[in-house]
């Protein structure tokens, strides 16, 4: 589905993504860890062209993102969800109205942007707080609200930016309990950038380890976690220990 190849982005003298090449396939669950700083948003970022590179290949079902003109980039992002850390929800609409916003500004009628938004909604277990603002919900439920949000679009890719970073320690459970469900019903194909080491166990694949703009180490949890090559995947597996 996705082809990264070569990918850097300096940001004044800093390499922040330094030759980065990754391959995603069709319903897979990949997660990207490695330390504060070492790239992950960037990367990313750069996918959906949030963050413009400098150099580098990003093929989504062989066509370059990087070469696509700004309607051919808007229909793109259409098909790509991201779940940020922050989440900013709109705070005078209700959890279903911010569901819908996007929706309707993209030209949906009210009427199927209200189904699709209800669908969604009740996925991540929001169905019983649809008319609530943001103010009136819990961290936790809020950023399911941002998940309903990214999956209203039944986006082929999603990505999730430390998703559960901003959250009280108590919430982080039911955000990542609503992860895992979306994961293995293949929802849809995942990247997911967390720091949070036994769903990345439980969830991925594939876990892809970065360290200062570079991929160290990739494999199945199994294999990363327990025999690791890099510096990175043993700093982890002492972790897990
Ligand atoms: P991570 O998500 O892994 O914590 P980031 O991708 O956010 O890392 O950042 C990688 C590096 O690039 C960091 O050193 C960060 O400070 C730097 N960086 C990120 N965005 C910017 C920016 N807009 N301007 C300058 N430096 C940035
Ligand atoms: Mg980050």
Same mark, same amino acid.
């Given at each position: %589905?996705?082809?990264?190849?070569?990918?850097?982005?300096?940001?004044?003298?800093?390499?922040a993504?330094?030759?980065?090449?990754?391959?995603?396939?069709?319903? *897979?669950?990949?997660?990207?860890? =490695?330390?504060?700083?070492?790239?992950?948003?960037?990367?990313?970022?750069t996918?959906?062209?949030?963050?413009?590179?400098?150099?580098?290949?990003?093929l989504?079902?062989?066509?370059?993102?990087?070469?696509m003109? &700004?309607? *051919?980039?808007?229909?793109?992002?259409?098909?790509?969800?991201?779940?940020?850390?922050?989440?900013?929800?709109?705070?005078?609409?209700?959890?279903l109205?911010?569901? #819908?916003?996007?929706?309707?500004?993209s =030209? %949906?009628d009210?009427?199927?942007?209200?189904?699709?938004?209800?669908?969604?909604?009740?996925?991540?277990? %929001?169905?019983?707080?649809?008319?609530h603002?943001?103010?009136?919900?819990?961290?936790?439920?809020?950023?399911?609200?941002?998940?309903?949000?990214?999956?209203?679009?039944?986006?082929?890719? #999603?990505?999730?930016?430390? &998703?559960?970073?901003?959250?009280?320690p108590?919430?982080?459970?039911?955000?990542?309990?609503?992860?895992?469900?979306?994961?293995?019903?293949?929802?849809?194909? #995942?990247?997911?950038?967390?720091? *949070?080491?036994?769903f990345?166990?439980?969830?991925?694949?594939?876990?892809?380890? #970065?360290?200062? =703009?570079?991929?160290?180490? *990739? =494999?199945k &949890?199994?294999?990363?976690?327990?025999? &690791?090559?890099?510096?990175?995947?043993?700093?982890?597996?002492?972790?897990?220990?």
């Open positions: %589905m996705l082809v990264i190849q070569d990918l850097h982005k300096q940001f004044g003298n800093l390499r993504i330094d030759g980065l090449s990754l391959s995603v396939n069709t319903g *897979e669950i990949l997660v990207l860890m =490695g330390p504060s700083g070492c790239g992950k948003s960037t990367t990313i970022r996918i959906n062209r949030l963050i413009e590179p400098d150099q580098g290949t990003i989504f079902h062989d066509t370059n993102i990087l070469s003109e &700004p309607d *051919e980039l808007q229909k793109l992002r259409k098909r790509i969800g991201f779940v940020f850390q922050h989440f900013n929800l709109i705070s005078r609409l209700t959890a109205e911010n569901v #819908m916003f996007g929706l309707v500004m =030209g %949906m009210r009427e199927t942007a209200q189904n699709k938004a209800n669908d969604a909604l009740a996925k991540v277990g %929001m169905e019983g707080h649809l008319d603002k943001p103010a009136q919900l819990s961290g936790g439920q809020q950023q399911r609200v941002g998940i309903a949000r990214a999956l209203a679009y039944e986006p082929e890719l #999603m990505m999730w930016d430390e &998703p559960t970073a901003s959250l009280d108590i919430l982080v459970r039911e955000v990542l309990v609503v992860m895992e469900e979306l994961a293995r019903y293949r929802a849809s194909t #995942m990247i997911v950038v967390t720091h *949070e080491l036994s990345a166990l439980r969830v991925a694949d594939r876990i892809v380890l #970065m360290d200062k =703009g570079k991929i160290v180490e *990739e =494999g &949890p199994s294999q990363v976690f327990v025999n &690791p090559i890099s510096d990175i995947g043993q700093k982890y597996k002492e972790l897990i220990e």
